[in-house]
């Protein structure tokens, strides 16, 4: 899987250059001390809406992210959705089945874990994007040695963080992999940033810099 549904709907948002709402509130008439509770709302644009419930706020955006999507899938502007999963590359049929199993696999979902156990660094760099609102990060073809035996292909991850442009590289036989790998090794430059652990969004990075990685 790609990514998860709180960063689809959040990249479909600005795709579609609408606004999108979340709201997340106690739900007190189910609350105890013990066991707290949650509600949380998206709202996309006029075209759709949804609410879900958890108790953390994580675990209710995620359930309330799911619930738009699926929403939105019934609707009159499904074709939107479709598309928009079309265009990322995203397998339609597993996604619809990322967001049938819903609640059962939610911390896994939202913590980018795949289907086989394996960390996602693709879904966490997204949802590292969506968290700190930065622009999502993009991926390009960087070389490709389709006639070499074995084939190897080379993708670029890049990430812009108000003046700050972040590269890197990921090699392997497969272009999938070669994505992984790229966003593994993006993901784990932003984390051992100091700036970027912080917190530091657009406003707090100023200097004009172009981070860049050799190919390795």
């Not at 709402?21 to 509600?39: E, G, Q, R, V, Y």
């Not at 272009?175 to 992984?180: D, I, N, Q, T, Y």
């Not at 912080?198 to 810099?209: F, I, P, Q, T, V």
Request: overall charge positive; hydrophobic content about 35%; proline content about 3%.
């Amino acid at each position: 899987m790609n990514c998860n549904p709180v960063s689809v709907l959040y990249m479909l948002g600005q795709s579609l250059r609408v606004q999108l709402k979340f709201d997340c509130a106690p739900l007190h008439n189910a609350s105890t001390k013990n066991t707290p509770m949650f509600i949380g709302s998206f709202r996309l644009g006029s075209y759709v809406s949804g609410k879900g419930e958890g108790s953390s706020k994580r675990t209710a955006k995620l359930n309330a992210a799911i619930d738009t999507l699926i929403n939105l899938r019934k609707s009159a502007a499904a074709d939107i959705l479709e598309n928009f999963l079309t265009d990322q590359k995203i397998d339609r049929d597993a996604f619809g089945k990322l967001l049938s199993q819903g609640k059962e696999d939610e911390d896994d979902v939202a913590n980018g874990i795949s289907t086989n156990g394996t960390t996602d660094y693709i879904s966490k760099l997204q949802q590292l994007a969506v968290n700190r609102r930065w622009i999502m990060p993009r991926y390009e073809d960087f070389a490709e040695g389709a006639e070499q035996n074995p084939p190897e292909f080379v993708v670029k991850a890049t990430i812009i963080i108000g003046t700050r442009t972040y590269n890197e590289y990921g090699r392997s036989s497969s272009k999938k992999e070669a994505k992984k790998e790229a966003a593994k090794k993006l993901y784990c430059t932003l984390e051992s940033d100091p700036k970027i652990a912080r917190g530091a969004g657009h406003e707090n990075l100023s200097e004009s810099k172009t981070i860049k990685k050799t190919v390795s």
